[in-house]
Antibody, heavy 121, light 108 residues
Framework: QVQLQESGPGLVKPSQTLSLTCTVS??????????WSWIRQPAGKGLEWIGR???????NYNPSLKSRVTISVDTSKNQFSLKLSSVTAADTAVYYC?????????????WGQGTLVTVSS | DIQMTQSPSSLSASVGDRVTITCRAS??????LAWYQQKPGKAPKLLLY???RLESGVPSRFSGSGSGTDYTLTISSLQPEDFATYYC??????????FGGGTKVEIK
């Protein structure tokens, strides 16, 4: 059973960089059948896809966040990471990492439990 | 980007009711649609993909249909554990995945 777990600071100051890591267990992140994505959800609101990475290191980002987002992968640790720069209060949200199926479509079959990141001074 | 509009945004129903949720895309998405269920404080759970294909382990009372721009999620007989918020997601635009705004199913 694949499991994903987000980790990182729960509080980030405005203008700083939000950094989160997702650790994958129960399966290899190097499997060629999947992408690895980040999704966020402000309190009481809907879901926003942030971006994805393939094990080759190739990435795709949401155009609305592209200038501030970097997603990277460390296959030796079975982890992938998110960096979001120049954060504001609008970036306060629950951040999820998720596995995205790459062969039958681009939807999410496994999710982490989510981690709340608050942007505040 | 492809905008996904769900309706209604919320509904009240009773156990045993048939419930239908609609998702409309701003352009045709060729059945590239997934549905998720989210309970408070939990991550979304995949219910269906390719508009009508049931994810393994999901009860058969959940079904999906549609084509072009209009899609529906139907719960044939609402159960107590089905009270949750439901989201659609398009993956036709592979470089910009988008979700609907959600439909909250509440107990009448």
């Amino acid at each position: 059973q694949v499991q994903l777990q987000e980790s990182g600071p729960g509080l980030v100051k405005p203008s700083q960089t939000l950094s989160l890591t997702c650790t994958v267990s129960g399966g290899s992140i190097s499997s060629g059948s999947y992408y690895w994505s980040w999704i966020r959800q402000p309190a009481g609101k809907g879901l926003e896809w942030i971006g994805r990475i393939y094990t080759s290191g190739s990435t795709n980002y949401n155009p609305s966040l592209k200038s501030r987002v970097t997603i990277s992968v460390d296959t030796s640790k079975n982890q992938f990471s998110l960096k979001l720069s120049s954060v504001t209060a609008a970036d306060t949200a629950v951040y999820y990492c998720a596995r995205e199926i790459a062969v039958a479509g681009l939807f999410f079959d496994y999710w982490g439990q989510g981690t709340l990141v608050t942007v505040s001074s | 980007d492809i905008q996904m509009t769900q309706s209604p945004s919320s509904l009240s129903a009773s156990v045993g009711d048939r419930v239908t949720i609609t998702c409309r895309a701003s352009q045709g998405i060729s059945n590239s649609l997934a549905w998720y269920q989210q309970k408070p404080g939990k991550a979304p759970k995949l219910l269906l993909y390719a508009a009508s294909r049931l994810e393994s382990g999901v009860p058969s009372r959940f079904s999906g249909s549609g084509s072009g721009t209009d899609y529906t999620l139907t719960i044939s007989s609402l159960q107590p554990e089905d009270f949750a918020t439901y989201y659609c997601q398009q993956y036709y635009s592979t470089l910009e995945l988008t979700f609907g705004g959600g439909t909250k199913v509440e107990i009448k």
